[in-house]
């Protein structure tokens, strides 16, 4: 009985001091990322000097280069470049005119989507109807939409307090309106830019085309002249459109996921990866979708080298390519280590903003799901609080059919649509206090879950 009551106090004691050891490490973290700027310095770089990093792009090219050093730099063990696949698609001269006999003429802020084809050189005119979604568009028919532009014109819903959600009740437009507007017999289509805010930037974005319809040119059109177009429609039904935008689609080429990891010192042949993607819309610096992200991974390097933190498990830094269109980097990745029969532990992508940390969502298993919440209270003295069902981005979802527990960074994201894919995503709206706070956050999580049992 001495004897357990013995080794009951030990076990104790010993817990104890790992406790104390981990909340100093945790502390250390945050500690160095709160007073370096490096991660905030290798953003601005990748902002002003790799904007419009689309795949395919020499601006993508330049960042991989970039990115590829920083790692170095950070101090990882290994650093490579994984060639991807990649499409290669080209925006050309842009311009929307308006002529109305009862409000005159109006050139409106518009943007082609990624994808899209063009418009012949001269452009199309042709009149504008004005639907809200799928099922008024088909009521309309063909005899209603034959030859005409279909303008979609659908605001995100503001009562939905999750701006994501709010996203996903209107993207549909843009994704799959052309080619619904194509059965229809549309010439083109203009979409409402996908954000909540009331700006002249129009927001891009992938729209992808169905097999069996007519491909037709689609652009985004920002929320101010989107306003515009529909109150001058309701007193002018006539009104016709001048569209110019000559983007064209060009065979697929090549590109590369940057990869860096510190070797694990226990379980050197498991993995967890965290990270963000490449590529930015051509009109944007990429600064919050995706920069920041690809810059927090680095910079779970290069703390955990300056703190002297040796993960148990090997840990990678991987700066996704072609998020935006395709996805080929995240299957490419997930595809290679299926290959080669890695253990993939966990996955964690931050892209979804680096405002202030407010968490994370994983896809994991009821069991799993419980020792992640356990680690919220290493947290609380930070203002992290949410530690819930979610999951990360599209990138490490491929990883799920590997066994990993897919996690998303969550931030404070209320603006993060004001930015997403528009030429208002720069360096200047990010906050370096809060990426400090995220990329603290980020490396803490990865060590809890290296050091726990998954």
């Keep these: 009985m001495r004897r357990l009551i013995a080794v009951t106090i030990l076990f104790l004691i010993l817990n104890g001091l790992k406790a104390q050891d981990t909340g100093k490490i945790i502390r250390s973290i945050f500690d160095e990322a709160l007073t370096d700027r490096t991660a905030y310095n290798n953003l601005e770089y990748l902002c002003k000097n790799t904007k419009g990093r689309i795949a395919g792009s020499p601006a993508a090219e330049k960042a991989v280069v970039f990115l590829k050093q920083a790692l170095l730099n950070a101090g990882a063990d290994s650093v490579w470049l994984q060639k991807v696949p990649v499409p290669k698609w080209v925006r050309g001269k842009e311009k929307c005119r308006v002529t109305s006999s009862v409000h005159g003429r109006k050139d409106l802020a518009i943007t082609a989507l990624g994808l899209s084809v063009g418009t012949p050189e001269k452009g199309l005119t042709s009149k504008v109807i004005e639907v809200h979604d799928f099922d008024e568009l088909k009521a309309l028919g063909t005899q209603n939409i034959q030859g005409k532009i279909v303008f979609f014109n659908r605001p995100f819903d503001n ?168 996805g080929t980097g995240g299957k490419t990745y997930a595809e290679e280590a299926k290959r080669k029969g890695e253990i993939h532990i966990a996955a964690l992508e931050s892209d979804g903003g680096v405002m202030a940390p407010r968490g994370f969502g994983f896809d994991a298993t009821d069991q799993k799901l419980e020792k992640l919440r356990s680690f919220s209270s290493w947290f609380e003295s930070y203002d992290i609080k949410d530690f819930d069902k979610g999951g990360g981005g599209s990138d490490i979802s491929p990883l799920k059919g590997l066994g990993a527990v897919l996690i998303g960074y969550k931030c404070d994201a209320q603006k993060y649509f004001w930015y997403h894919h528009s030429a208002n995503d720069t360096f200047e709206h990010v906050n370096i206090r809060e990426l400090q706070m995220g990329s603290a956050a980020i490396a803490s999580l990865i060590y809890l879950i290296d050091q726990g049992d998954f």
């Design 159 to 326: 009562k939905a307090v999750n701006s994501f959600a709010a996203y996903g009740g209107a993207v549909n437009q843009r994704t799959a309106g052309p080619s619904e507007a194509s059965k229809y017999g549309a010439v083109a289509v203009i979409v409402r830019s996908m954000t909540q805010s009331l700006d002249n930037f129009p927001h891009t974005g992938v729209t992808r085309y169905a097999d069996n319809v007519n491909k037709i040119p689609a652009v985004a059109v920002s929320t101010l002249d989107a306003d515009l177009l529909s109150q001058w429609l309701k007193t002018d039904a006539s009104l016709s459109v001048h569209l110019v935008s000559t983007c064209v689609n060009y065979p697929d080429t090549w590109s590369y996921n940057v990869i860096g990891e510190i070797y694990g010192s226990v379980k050197p042949n498991e993995f967890i990866t965290v990270g963000g993607h490449i590529d930015a819309w051509d009109i944007a610096e990429g600064a919050n979708d995706d920069g920041g992200g690809c810059v927090q991974a680095i910079e779970l390097i290069r703390i955990y080298k300056k703190l002297g933190i040796k993960p148990e498990r090997t840990i990678r830094a991987v700066m996704f390519m072609n998020e935006e269109i395709s």
